[in-house]
């Protein structure tokens, strides 16, 4: 599909999605919906307001560390077990099974052992972001082609240089892949830590604004994020697309 | 016994020595008071624990309504997702231009709707049915498609051959066929109603097992919530291993393509 195509379709689903929820509002009314124009208005005035920064900004830090941290443990990681056949083998399943289970039942224990703060947010993030990355780093490394491991052996290339010269470059593509995949259930993971304990940051927002029965302030934050992650998630999907058609 | 085999039942063996490991280390931990018992508690306690709270019933209750809302969830889900996805594999336009919709899907958090589900609808079962339901019903469409795309034409033509109405092409020929790529869908499913459910309990509700653990969490109170817990990994891994087996029986049924 082109880039042209692939945009007209998502501003059509955009326009679609924006109309039905015009239609929803014109059926339920005011109590039960704010409708999109009043929910653009609330966002503005909530993101002029005082406080909001800080809440964007520990939510944000809490993702962009447990993000940092997942890309680094995840690819070496994944470099281990792609290259040690027999680890990867014992423990790829494992960790598919662990990918499966509801692991916001963790956050009790994640809680326990860091105290209600940033780094159990953090941990939190981690856990969610790192497995994919290890995933497709896994694949990626083992997919390469033989004959261009052949020929790094060839040229008798110490295991590192073998990384940075001939899988790394191979692999990337799929990597990549692992980091979009790693990227988005990071920031779902930190903003599900968020909405079950905390006292600041956007999932606490949420939150609050059930307690209030603030229903423009629920119906802003949900928007910007899902604004926030469909954007993101739509251009790292294009860089993916991109790599690996080159490749 | 064949190689393949061997080499399967070895690798089980290790798997299982990494896990106990892992529970060993933790005992021994807890054990030696590395890990204080209100962090957590040794594992022989946990089970000891989980047994104690099975056999008293007290957790009988939130258990039923749980599994009761996942199944509710999962039979949505998987009904919804076969037919919409019937659907859009005879609408070209309609499916590309939900394309993105699904490329994007799993990259948005589900759960931010779940503050706005409770406002709208209020503190009940329906909000954790709708999340868990959004969560695994794209799953299932995306998975149900790919299984249709990969019906051999052969089997098309032999329909037609057959003079196979519509519902016999469907149950007969379609179904089958594309039956190992439904199942990877309904296991999905199984998973995101599973983690869709536990998960809004578990942030905001009044009952169910995800609740309960929450609860034991703000008041302390470990000789509930570790079992709990634990009980909640169990059901999961051994419902995702039952169905990554039934998936591998239909794919090695089916033969490759």
Same mark, same amino acid.
């Given at each position: 599909m082109s880039d042209a195509h692939g945009l007209r379709n998502g501003l059509l689903l955009v326009a679609v999605l924006a109309a039905l929820w015009q239609a929803v509002y014109w059926l339920v009314g005011d109590s039960a919906l704010s409708s999109p124009l009043d929910t653009l208005r609330y966002t503005a005035t909530l993101v002029a307001r005082d406080d909001f920064g800080a809440h964007v900004y520990d939510t944000m830090r809490a993702f962009a560390i447990a993000f940092a941290l997942s890309v680094v443990f995840g690819l070496l990681a994944g470099f281990w077990l792609g290259f040690d056949r027999l680890s990867g083998d014992v423990l790829e399943p494992m960790l598919v099974t662990v990918y499966a289970i509801p692991k916001l039942t963790l956050y009790p224990i994640l809680l326990l052992a860091f105290g209600l703060g940033v780094s159990?947010?953090?941990?939190? *993030?981690? #856990? @969610? *972001?790192? !497995?994919? !990355?290890? =995933?497709?780093? &896994?694949?990626?490394?083992?997919?390469?082609?033989?004959? =261009? !491991?052949?020929?790094?052996?060839? $040229?008798? =290339?110490?295991?590192?240089? $073998? &990384?940075?010269?001939?899988?790394?470059?191979?692999? &990337?593509?799929?990597?990549?892949t692992g980091l979009r995949v790693g990227f988005s259930l990071t920031l779902i993971g930190s #903003?599900?830590?968020?909405?079950?304990?905390?006292?600041?940051?956007? *999932?606490?927002? =949420? $939150?609050? *604004? !059930?307690? #209030? @029965?603030?229903?423009?302030? &629920?119906?802003s934050v949900t928007l910007l994020i899902v604004v926030f992650a469909a954007s993101v998630s739509v251009l790292l999907l294009w860089i993916d697309r991109r790599l690996h058609r080159r490749r | 016994m064949s190689p393949s085999r061997a080499r399967a039942a070895r690798l089980a063996v290790y798997r299982f020595a990494v896990l106990g490991g892992a529970v060993a280390l933790l005992e021994a931990l807890c054990v030696l008071r590395v890990?204080?018992?209100?962090?957590?508690?040794?594992?022989? %306690?946990?089970? +000891?624990? %989980?047994? +104690? %709270?099975?056999?008293?019933? +007290?957790?009988?209750? /939130?258990? /039923?309504?749980?599994?009761?809302?996942?199944?509710? /969830? %999962?039979?949505?889900?998987?009904s919804v997702g076969l037919v919409v996805a019937a659907l859009l594999h005879r609408r070209r336009a309609l499916r590309d231009t939900l394309d993105p919709l699904f490329a994007t899907y799993y990259a948005v958090p589900v759960f931010a709707f779940y503050p706005f589900f409770i406002v709208v609808f209020g503190l009940g079962d329906l909000p954790q049915i709708l999340i868990a339901f959004m969560l695994g019903v794209v799953a299932m469409i995306v998975n149900t498609l790919n299984g249709l795309d990969r019906v051999p034409v052969v089997l098309l033509k032999t329909a037609r051959v057959l003079r196979l109405g519509p519902a016999d092409a469907a149950l007969r020929l379609a179904l089958p066929a594309a039956g190992p790529y439904i199942v990877t869908g309904i296991k999905l499913a199984v998973a995101y109603a599973f983690i869709g459910i536990i998960g809004s309990e578990f942030i905001l509700s009044r009952g169910g097992v995800g609740y309960e653990i929450s609860f034991a969490y703000n008041n302390f109170d470990n000789a509930v919530m570790y079992p709990l817990i634990v009980l909640i990994l169990l059901a999961s891994t051994i419902a995702n291993a039952v169905l990554t087996r039934w998936e591998r029986t239909l794919l090695a049924r089916r033969g490759a393509t």
């Open positions: 159990a947010k953090v941990a939190f *993030g981690v #856990l @969610h *972001g790192i !497995i994919p !990355i290890i =995933l497709f780093t &896994v694949s990626a490394v083992r997919n390469t082609r033989p004959i =261009l !491991i052949k020929t790094g052996r060839a $040229m008798k =290339l110490s295991r590192p240089q $073998m &990384v940075r010269w001939i899988l790394f470059p191979a692999a &990337v593509p799929e990597i990549f #903003l599900l830590a968020e909405m079950f304990a905390s006292q600041r940051g956007l *999932g606490y927002l =949420l $939150m609050t *604004g !059930i307690g #209030l @029965h603030n229903l423009p302030q &629920v119906m | 890990i204080d018992p209100i962090t957590m508690q040794a594992p022989h %306690l946990i089970v +000891r624990d %989980l047994w +104690r %709270l099975l056999a008293s019933g +007290r957790m009988n209750a /939130a258990i /039923a309504k749980t599994l009761t809302n996942t199944v509710l /969830a %999962l039979g949505l889900a998987v």
